[in-house]
């Protein structure tokens, strides 16, 4: 039997994505100012962006990017461990251990890299992975680089997640989850796994990308709100491109776990450091971040604008206290033709489908920043109510 041509199984399972009106689309943006968009010829409101501080154009933010490149060009060269790391790299670190009451930190250069990185180094093959069923794509990826056994408790179920847990004292564990949970915008209960992974001889691992600069002391985030230190949490990590406004990712811990991932973490070690420049912007934006407490409390308020006029309305609204508010309609195409009317009432929302969520599941993911206005979601919510989602499913 001849083997299988790839490209031929690949252009088939497309079409079937297709067929399903399932299949995702690039989207050009050619101009981005504030809150505003410009796409295909026009201005459109956007509430996807995970800019969820406002930082991503701040000029400060690039100021400090166009000095490093002046100072010292573009790319930084070479990996980290040649002589691709910079002193802006160096700098980093230190704000972001700093800013996460940790022993150290590790840059890596997305967010996906960091937990395939930190995974895959501390697990070894046969070792056991629990994680939430709801997590990233990237930690269940990690696990499964790990050659690790991999269990799913449902979503933020503490008490299952001791059971996954349980029976399996022999191997080396690790319990890794979400903070802030990228489609859902809920937190994790993160002092009950905290006590659980303590019981049971457990790393807890915490992924707070979305929690990062918008929750805890100083927007420290998930953990930091949760009254958790290096301790209760080993493993932290988040990225600069969401609430910092940049890109790139870390981990953070103690001086034991970053020695080891320098050694170990693939993703780290075989990859070309991050620009230094974007490096020196990331720095800058932590400092902002730390400092200008007005933008997580604008966000909030818009946050709590936002809930009360969905409220009123009897809008599906999933419950999240974060950044991310989803709008849950259940069927995909009821999502899509959602997401097209807003477009054409010059709003930008992205409808959320499967395979990214379960079946049934399909939902607006509305995302709000420091950079909207009241005015902003008050025009969404007015769009929202033209749509009649009142009766769709919760």
Partial sequence: MPRPDLLERLAVQAAERTHAQLQRRLRSIDAWQGAYVESGGRRLLAFCTNDYLGLAQDPRLVAALKHAADEGGVGSGSAHLICGHRR????????????????????????????????????????LCVQDKL????????????????????????????RQLGGEDHTGALLATDGVFSMDGDIAPLRELAVLCSEQGASLMVDDAHGLGVLGEQG?????????????????MATLGKALGCSGAFVA???????????????????????????????????????????????????QRFRQGAAQLGLPLMPSRTAIQPLLLGDAQQALAASRALEDLGLLVVAIRPPTVPQGQARLRITLSAAHAEADVDRLLDGLQSLRLASAPV
Avoid at 222 to 234: F, K, M, N, R, W
């Fill in 88 to 127: 802006e790299h160096a700098a980093l670190e230190e704000a972001l251990t700093a800013w996460t009451g940790r022993d150290r930190a590790l840059l890596f250069s997305t967010g996906y890299m960091a937990n395939l990185g930190a995974i895959q180094a501390l697990l070894q093959r046969g070792d």
């Fill in 253 to 303: 811990g103690s001086a034991a776990l970053i020695d080891g991932l320098t050694q170990f973490a693939r993703t780290y070690i075989y990859t070309t450091a991050m620009p230094p420049a974007l490096a020196a912007a990331a720095h800058a934006a932590v400092t902002l971040a730390r400092q200008e407490h007005w933008r997580r409390e604008k966000l909030q308020a818009l946050i």
């Fill in 220 to 236: 420290a985030g998930c953990v930091s709100e949760a009254g958790l230190g290096q301790h209760d949490v080993p493993v932290l």
């Fill in 135 to 162: 997590n990233h794509a990237c930690l269940l990826d990690g696990a499964q680089l790990a050659g690790a056994v991999l269990k799913r408790y449902p979503h933020a179920d503490a008490t299952a997640a001791a």
